[in-house]
């Protein structure tokens, strides 16, 4: 039964963890005056099964439990131990929500290949996915704001939701398969045919193609090994949904789901031969500049817009992660006693943990975690080197020099 815990609706089991999770704290004040990336690393203790970033970007992470969180928000449960409270208890049900939803995804059958939530900075929380198709090709993301402001439970509303739609999904398949046998050849089989053709083509033309050797469209590549350029130059498409298939065999940034075009614009390029040049051409400049940001540290996406007079503009976005090697050596070289040095290697795995997983998020390079596991291998040793330090455990002057460095 759902259960309020300040704006939020949460399962009885969510607040008993938050309100435990409070309760047995050795510290509540341990993350205090620490930012964002203290509470992210206390959040990442608690809830293994997501993975946490600070921002309100859709999109951005890759499996599931991707989690966004505004900084505003950090900031109340850094300070606010009732608003900890309240999103501890709300993380909790995204965790076991997150493990319950289907990997496939909508009733075309098309499977979840990210999943990820966001909480914004008005306390809302946001859910959002990006599918791939049965034959491999991605589909468009979808996003949308989960109501956790009724009495209704959200988190089973979005399961039943996923529930029905695999079912449907499945008797789909059903139908299509009894009527299979009956079925004249579609036309996605006969392009798949054409496009096979056009390849044998293209592979036993290669030289005579020149730069129309990656285009892939049967059309063309007739048309230019017959000599009509005239014809290539002409080529057009009879409605929107055959040029935005093109669009996305040719060029990343549509594939991938990073461009906007304006329906308007469009309509007009079926046909306007100039306006779909121009079109063409934004599209190839958009790939080239995803390519060059693609082999830069920090870059996580890009979006694409092509409004209907056919200007383009470009935002990329990312950002990066470095290891404060400094503040973790001067910790170590405080540290008086074995426990001293037992809590900065804590600290220290849970760098490396955040570290790893900017590295796979293109956010640090290798030599970031090298220096982390650098760090590491010194408070090893300098364990070593100190030896017992039983007598020094309860020295007022040895804790005190340590705190501050700790704080610091």
Not at 122 to 147: C, F, M, Q, T, Y
Not at 218 to 233: E, F, R, S, T
Not at 292 to 318: A, C, L, P, Q, Y
Not at 376 to 387: M, N, S, V, W, Y
Request: a neutral charge; one cysteine or more.
């Amino acid at each position: 039964m759902p259960v309020k815990v300040g704006n939020s609706y949460v399962t009885e089991a969510a607040l008993a963890f938050a309100q435990k999770s409070a309760a047995e704290s050795v510290d509540k004040e341990k993350t205090k005056g620490k930012g964002a990336n203290g509470v992210l690393a206390d959040l990442a203790e608690k809830f293994p099964k997501l993975k946490f970033t600070v921002g309100t970007q859709p999109f951005s992470g890759s499996g599931m439990g991707n989690v966004a969180i505004s900084p505003k928000i950090l900031r109340e449960m850094e300070k606010d131990p009732a608003k900890r409270e309240e999103y501890e208890a709300l993380l909790y049900d995204v965790q076991e929500t997150t493990a319950g939803l289907p990997r496939t995804h909508h009733a075309d059958g098309s499977k979840v290949k990210a999943q990820g939530w966001i909480i914004h900075e008005d306390g809302g929380l946001s859910s959002w996915s990006i599918r791939v198709s049965e034959g491999g090709d991605r589909k468009p993301e979808a996003s949308g704001r989960v109501n956790r402001s009724s009495k209704k439970a959200w988190w089973q509303s979005l399961l039943d939701e996923m529930k029905e739609r695999e079912e449907a999904r499945k008797k789909r398949a059903k139908k299509e398969k009894i009527g299979e046998a009956e079925k004249p050849k579609s036309l996605t089989e006969t392009l798949k045919a054409e496009q096979e053709e056009a390849a044998r083509i293209l592979k036993a033309n290669a030289e005579k193609i020149g730069s129309f050797q990656n285009q892939g469209n049967p059309a063309l590549a007739k048309a230019y090994l017959a000599g009509q350029k005239d014809a290539v130059k002409a080529q057009g498409f009879s409605n929107t949904n055959e040029l935005m298939k093109y669009l996305q065999d040719q060029f990343a940034v549509v594939r991938e789901g990073m461009t906007s075009i304006s329906s308007k614009h469009l309509k007009a390029c079926l046909g306007d031969e100039e306006k779909r040049a121009k079109l063409l051409d934004n599209l190839r400049v958009a790939d080239e500049m995803l390519e060059e940001n693609r082999g830069k540290i920090g870059f996580r996406s890009m979006e694409v817009k092509i409004d209907e007079d056919g200007e383009m503009t470009t935002i990329t976005s990312g950002g990066r992660v470095g290891f404060n090697g400094e503040k973790r050596a001067r910790q170590i070289a405080a540290a008086q006693t074995q426990g001293d040095l037992e809590t900065v290697m804590r600290l220290l795995q849970v760098d490396l943990e955040q570290i790893e997983a900017g590295l796979k998020q293109n956010m640090c390079d290798e030599a970031e975690v090298q220096k982390v596991k650098d760090m590491i291998a010194q408070a090893e040793q300098r364990k070593g080197e100190l030896g017992d330090t039983s007598d020094k455990e309860n020295d007022p002057a040895a804790k005190a020099a340590f705190a501050v460095n700790m704080l610091i």
